[in-house]
């Protein structure tokens, strides 16, 4: 195998599936790069068996082949190069030898065919959506998802695709994020669970510009865009019935709803969190009338109280929250006033909000905690 091509391409095609290259496995081969000339195309292949990343880019290629080689090292040869052309060569006995400017390298891999296949999909069941349109969903529902290995089935987003709409939604049982819009997609009622570790490699490769294809089978899930494919497994099992722990939405009811200043609200928050401890990790948020109090006291360490000035007429209320739960959420509200529905101490809060450029909705609910 030979050919020519720059760092910047190489770094980008690196960079973009080193996501998927396994860091702890019993398979030496899985911290390893495939790479693969033809065509004048270079293929740069990662996975760890749960995820898969393909990416594609033009070079001059003066000779077909392929090798593996390790990833973490090959990444860090590319990254130290200098700016210009890289000829790269593949001879005998797998050696790989690198030449950029005065600089050069040999770095030793292994044959393709010890590196696992990279399943191939067709597009039976599939829609395209714009990448920028994913990237908002995601980023508004992602950061709820559980990171808890014991809770599996919540260890990903749940994608409900039916005709007209696309819902995300994902929940660590202590929170739940759901956001829907409508698409003109058309396929079958679909519902899949992607795993965290897709999802993060989406959120870091999806652009604000082009389209986004997602091709399903019976137990996975593709996306093609840029040039880069990500193929990954879905989570088995029945994700939990999430419905039922949504309130209605009270319209009549205008004083539970507290009116208040998202920036004013976060930035007391963070104050508020920075009292918290291992042991104490709660909030304690008092509503009143036309007032809401945020403060934090801890042994041993000091207090901080933060009176903030809100739209409210209901019943007075104390109650504990995660702050980080809260800012989770207030980070991604577009609106400067926003709505914060709280009817007792022992109910969960709820943030709505209205998309209407996507023709959609957002909720997000977060359980209180207990105070200290």
């Known amino acids: 195998m030979r050919f020519k091509s720059t760092k910047n391409i190489l770094m980008s095609a690196i960079q973009t599936v080193e996501g998927a290259v396994a860091t702890k496995t019993t398979l030496p081969i899985l911290s390893n790069v495939l790479i693969e000339a033809r065509n004048d195309i270079i293929i740069f292949n ?34 130290e190069l200098p700016h210009g052309d890289v000829s790269i060569n593949v001879r005998k006995n797998f050696n790989m030898l690198l030449d950029c400017a005065e600089c050069s390298f040999r770095l030793i ?150 009116r208040i200043n998202k920036e004013k ?20 948020i008092d509503v009143f009338k036309n007032k809401l109090v945020v403060s934090k006291m801890t042994p041993d360490i000091g207090d901080v109280k933060e009176d903030i000035a809100m739209d409210y007429t209901g019943n007075e209320i104390t109650v504990g929250f995660n702050p980080w739960y809260l ?4 980070k991604n509200l577009k609106e400067e006033t926003i709505d914060f529905e709280l009817i007792n101490a022992d109910k969960p809060g709820v943030f709505r909000e209205d998309l209407q450029d996507e023709n959609g909705f957002y909720v997000y609910i977060v359980l209180p905690m207990q105070l200290a």
Do not use: C, H, W
């Open 46 to 79: 990662a996975t760890d068996l749960d995820i898969g990343i393909v990416y594609r880019a033009k070079a001059e290629v003066q000779e077909e082949g392929a090798i593996t080689v390790p990833a973490k090292r090959f990444a860090d040869i590319i990254k």
């Open 109 to 258: 891999g292994l044959p393709k065919e010890e590196f696992p296949s990279i399943p191939k999909f067709n597009d039976k069941e599939s829609i395209t959506i714009k990448q920028s349109l994913l990237k908002k969903l995601l980023k508004k529902v992602s950061f709820a998802m559980s990171r808890d290995e014991t809770r599996y089935v919540l260890n990903g987003t749940m994608f409900s695709l039916k005709s007209k709409s696309i819902r995300l939604v994902a929940t660590d049982g202590r929170r739940l994020a759901l956001i829907e819009v409508k698409s003109p997609i058309e396929i079958e009622k679909k519902e899949v669970i992607i795993p965290v570790k897709t999802i993060n490699e989406l959120n870091r490769i999806l652009k604000e510009e082009g389209q986004v294809k997602l091709i399903f089978t019976e137990n996975q899930v593709a996306f093609e865009l840029n040039g880069t494919v990500i193929i990954s497994r879905l989570i088995e099992g029945e994700f939990p019935n999430y419905e039922q722990v949504i309130p209605k939405e009270k319209k009549s009811e205008k004083q539970e709803k507290i």
């Open 265 to 284: 609200f976060l930035a007391a928050i963070k104050r508020a969190s920075l009292f918290t401890s291992q042991d104490s990790q709660s909030i304690k």
């Open 327 to 330: 800012m989770d959420v207030l």
